[in-house]
């Protein structure tokens, strides 16, 4: 049987993708953020996962608005990553496995998640920003994705709740496949940042952390929160967190965290946190939320 | 209305990319969509004016493009995910972009940032 192993949230912040293909991991300015990541790339490298699920969303570069969906699945062997506009990255084809994609297709619509399902489609940085910061790709990836793409760009969006059951509902599709693969789910996107209009520039770090620990201990709490309550805490692109409520969705009641690090440098409050299935104070968390800020 | 949306006009500076404003700008948002093919880009670098009235742009749309009019873009219902693929073609960063819409010039803007060197 495939169980999940842990998850991991990560922004999704396009520029990483831009400073990491241009080598400055060791600039002053990005050295906090890629360092950050170490400590996560160094649990898969032990932990080994067959696959990651990733709650992402698509930039309008695989999809337009005459037909975008809600949710859609990606099944194939391959996926290119997108030109963007700025050109095509150095870094391999995402890999799949078909018949994990296709399980979990019919797991979810049989669960009544009616899904789009898309192939031989190119795939943004809603994966490919924070990707080659937790997996290698030398000469090509070490395990395949469940691409899960998520609205948060044309509204109306998904609800929180609804996001939140899509994850729980791709627990049930995971824990039903008899291979015994090992899988981490990957929720990407925020936290706080707004970057369109004369709020542009807004960030909420009070808030940032709040969400944190509701998602870790109250996350039923984020499922009851309207979309524009999102906007109005952690600016109008903060919306898309709904996709951490799929990764949350996706976990057991009681999760203990192993890593965070935040670090808002400019725009986007640029988050890293890597759980486990396991009991956690709340205290103890705090503290390792305030240390990671510091 | 959306109740998911409830109050999101109490928030200022902030323009909710819905269905009502995707239908009425579907062109425009297109013909910022389709900078992420090279063809499409090239033959706009070449002839700018023959590719927005290829694309169905109305004359403020135009105007709006001609001007690199970010935030009247934005206003006018641009969503800003395809308008960033326009900024790369006219090799615009976001963070100079993002100046533009406050209305600070891009150094203003980056000292208001807490890692103002991170560009």
């Not at chain 1, 241009?22 to 080994?48: C, I, T």
């Not at chain 1, 524009?228 to 949350?248: C, H, K, N, P, T």
């Not at chain 1, 965290?257 to 988050?271: E, F, G, I, R, S």
């Not at chain 2, 976001?94 to 991170?118: C, H």
Request: with cysteine; proline share 6%.
């Amino acid at each position: 049987m495939a169980k999940i192993i842990g998850c991991i949230g990560t922004s999704h912040v396009p520029t990483i993708g831009v400073a990491y293909d241009k080598g400055r991991q060791a600039d002053p300015a990005w050295a906090p953020l890629f360092d950050g990541y170490k400590p996560v790339a160094q649990w898969l490298a032990e932990k080994k996962p067959d696959v990651l699920v990733f709650f992402y969303n698509d930039h309008a570069t695989t999809f337009f608005f005459d037909m975008y969906p809600t949710f859609a699945l990606g099944v194939g062997e391959r996926f290119p990553i997108a030109d963007e506009g700025a050109g095509l990255r150095n870094l391999p084809a995402i890999k799949g496995n078909v018949d994990l994609q296709a399980h979990i297709a019919e797991s979810l619509v049989n669960d009544e998640f009616d899904l789009t399902i898309f192939q031989e489609k190119p795939i943004d940085h809603g994966c490919a920003s924070p990707l080659p910061l937790l997996w290698p790709h030398d000469p090509d990836w070490p395990g395949t994705l469940v691409p899960i793409a998520i609205n948060v760009l044309q509204y109306p969006l998904p609800t929180a709740k609804r996001c939140y059951k899509l994850g729980q509902a791709v627990r049930r599709a995971v824990e039903s496949y008899p291979e015994d693969l090992k899988v981490v789910i990957v929720g990407t996107g925020g936290l706080s940042h707004q970057i369109h209009g004369e709020r542009t520039g807004f960030n909420n770090e009070e808030w940032d952390l709040e969400f944190l620990r509701l998602l870790q201990f109250e996350p039923e709490k984020l499922t009851q929160m309207t979309h524009a309550d999102y906007v109005r805490l952690g600016g109008a692109e903060s919306v898309e967190q709904i996709m951490w409520l799929a990764m949350r969705g996706a976990m057991p009641e009681k999760i203990r965290k192993l890593h965070q690090n935040y670090y808002l440098a400019t725009t986007t409050a640029m988050t890293l946190v890597l759980y486990e299935e396991g009991e956690e104070a709340p205290e103890t968390a705090a503290r390792a939320t305030a240390d990671a800020s510091a | 209305m959306n109740p998911q949306l409830k109050g999101i006009e109490e928030i200022g500076g902030t323009y909710a990319f819905d269905i009502r404003t995707s239908n009425k700008t579907l062109k425009l948002n297109r013909f910022l969509w389709k900078m992420i093919g090279s063809g499409w880009r090239e033959r706009y670098k070449a002839d700018p004016e023959a590719v927005m009235q290829e694309a169905g742009l109305n004359d403020t749309e135009k105007d709006l493009i001609r001007r690199q009019d970010w935030l009247g873009l934005v206003r006018h219902g641009a969503n800003f995910f395809v308008l960033e693929k326009f900024a790369r073609v006219v090799r615009k960063t976001n963070l100079e972009v993002y100046a533009i819409m406050r209305g600070e010039s891009f150094e203003e803007f980056m000292q208001t940032r807490r890692v103002p060197e991170s560009r």
